[in-house]
C-alpha cells in the first residue's frame, strides 16, 4: 500500500489536498479507516492543528476497507495556509492509540506513510 | 490549547516604586510608643522600631536601607533592582508563598476557530516578582555588619488560569473554513490538556521558586535570620549569595516556557494520548452538516 499526498487545487492560500490509499499490489488489502490519519498541517514555529481522521461507521466491520488491486481510496480537505506548512499522513493498525501529526505515538502500529507535502503561503 | 502559551510576553511597564522610608529608619525615636507609631506612621515604620531594638539590642544605630526599594517587571521583560536581581510587577502586595492555580476561568469558542478557549491566561514563564530588598547594619567595634531582607519583598508569584471550549457549535474552522462543532467530550478532554499546563507548571514552581522562597523567608523581617559581613556590603553579597534569586527565578521562567511553548514536551506528550481529541472531518449532528467535527476517538 502506498499513501500520497496531493494538491488538488489552490486558490491564493487556500489549498485543497488530498490524501490518497492506493493499493499497488496486484492482491486486495484491508485497513481500517479509523487508522487513516491525515492531512495534518504543521506550520512552521506553531502548533500542529489538530490531527484529521473520519468518523467511525456505527457498525464496527463497516470501518474495514477492502482495496482490491490497484484500487484507491482518499480523503479531501481543505486548509488556508499562512506560513510554511508540511502536510503529513499515515496509517495506523490497528486503529486508536495515540495520534500525533507527524506520525503515531507507537511507531510499532504504523503501516504506512505519506511523504510529507510542504507548502509555502503565497 | 495554548494561545497566551506562547513565548511572547506581556511587556509589563516597570513602577518605580518610592524608597523606604529613611524618615521612619532615622527620626523614630525607639522610645516611642508603638502603638502610636502605627497610628501615626503606619506599620512599616514599627516595623522598623521593632527590628533595631531586635537587632541592635540596645544599640542606637539605625539600619540602613542599602538599595531603594526596586523596580517592577514580569520575568522576561527584567525588571531588576540595584543587584540586577530579577523584580516583577507587584499585586496587592501579599503574594501568596504556593502557585495559585486559578483552574477554568470561562468558556469560549475554540482557538481553532478564532476564539480565545482552550487557551492558558497567562505567558508561558512568566510569574510577579518583588525582588529582594536588603537592609543592613554597620558593624561596631563589637559585632559585625548584619545583612537581612526586608519584610514584603523578595516574594514570587506564579498565576494560571485557563479558558475552556464551549461544546457545540463553534463557528468557522480557522485553518480552512467550514462549521466546528465541537462535542462535550472534547471540551472535557481539552480542559484536561490545558490542567497538564498548569500541573506542569506548578511542578516546576516547586522545584524552582519554593526553595528560594523558603530561603528569603529566614532571613526576612523582624523574625528573620541575619548574614553577617565585615562591613555592610560584605553581608549583603554573602545574603545575596546565599539566595541566589536570579537563578531560581529565572530556571522557572526558562524551564517553564520550555515545557509549556506550543508543541513543547507538555503539549506532544498529552497529544500522544489516545484519549487526545481529533478533527473527524464533515459530520450531520442534530440534522445540521457541520465541515469539522471535533470529538475524541
Not at chain 2, 531586635?54 to 543587584?83: H, I, W
Request: charged share 25%; proline share 5%; aromatic share 6%.
Amino acid at each position: 500500500m502506498k499513501l500520497a499526498l496531493e494538491v488538488v487545487s489552490r486558490d491564493g492560500n487556500e489549498v485543497v489536498i488530498r490524501l490518497v490509499v492506493f493499493n499497488d499490489s496486484a492482491k486486495p488489502v484491508e485497513f481500517d479507516r479509523r487508522g487513516l490519519a491525515g492531512p495534518n498541517g504543521v506550520p512552521e514555529k506553531q502548533e500542529a492543528w489538530p490531527v484529521s481522521l473520519e468518523p467511525a461507521a456505527k457498525a464496527k466491520a463497516q470501518n474495514a476497507v477492502l482495496l482490491s488491486a490497484f484500487c484507491l481510496y482518499g480523503r479531501e480537505r481543505k486548509f488556508t495556509i499562512s506560513a510554511p506548512t508540511t502536510f503529513h499522513a499515515y496509517l495506523v493498525s490497528p486503529p486508536g492509540g495515540g495520534l500525533l501529526a507527524g506520525g503515531p505515538a507507537d511507531s510499532k502500529t504504523l503501516v504506512a506513510s505519506a511523504a510529507p507535502l510542504v507548502l509555502s503561503p503565497e | 490549547m495554548h494561545a497566551a502559551r506562547t513565548s511572547r510576553q506581556a511587556a509589563i511597564p516597570t513602577t518605580k516604586r518610592k524608597e523606604p522610608s529613611r524618615l521612619a529608619a532615622s527620626h523614630v525615636p525607639l522610645t516611642h510608643d508603638l502603638l502610636f507609631l502605627q497610628r501615626t506612621i503606619g506599620n512599616r515604620a514599627t516595623s522598623l522600631a521593632i527590628q533595631r531594638e531586635f537587632e541592635d539590642q540596645g544599640e542606637k544605630a539605625a539600619p540602613q536601607p542599602v538599595l531603594e526599594e526596586a523596580a517592577s517587571g514580569a520575568v522576561n521583560v527584567e525588571g531588576v533592582n540595584a543587584f540586577g536581581e530579577s523584580d516583577g510587577m507587584v499585586g496587592s502586595g501579599v503574594a501568596p508563598h504556593a502557585m495559585s492555580n486559578k483552574g477554568k476561568t470561562g468558556s469560549d469558542l475554540w482557538e481553532h476557530a478564532g476564539g480565545a478557549g482552550g487557551v492558558g491566561n497567562q505567558s508561558v514563564g512568566s510569574a510577579e516578582l518583588t525582588a529582594p530588598v536588603y537592609e543592613t547594619r554597620a558593624a561596631t567595634a563589637k559585632k559585625p555588619a548584619k545583612a537581612w531582607i526586608k519584610s514584603g519583598t523578595g516574594k514570587v508569584k506564579v498565576v494560571r488560569s485557563y479558558t475552556g471550549v464551549s461544546s457545540g457549535n463553534n463557528g468557522v474552522y480557522k485553518h480552512g473554513g467550514g462549521t466546528t462543532w465541537v462535542t462535550g467530550k472534547a471540551s472535557t478532554r481539552i480542559d484536561k490538556h490545558e490542567k497538564e499546563h498548569i500541573k506542569s507548571s506548578k511542578a516546576l514552581h516547586d522545584a524552582h521558586i519554593k526553595p528560594v522562597e523558603k530561603r528569603v523567608s529566614s532571613y526576612r523581617g523582624l523574625t528573620g535570620k541575619n548574614k553577617d559581613g565585615a562591613d555592610e556590603a560584605a553581608a549583603t553579597t554573602a545574603l545575596q549569595t546565599e539566595i541566589d534569586w536570579n537563578t531560581a527565578v529565572n530556571d522557572f521562567a526558562t524551564n517553564d516556557s520550555a515545557q509549556n511553548t506550543p508543541m513543547g514536551p507538555v503539549d506532544l506528550i498529552d497529544q500522544a494520548k489516545p484519549d487526545f481529541y481529533y478533527n473527524f472531518g464533515a459530520k450531520e449532528v442534530k440534522k445540521v452538516q457541520y465541515d469539522h467535527f471535533v470529538d475524541t476517538n
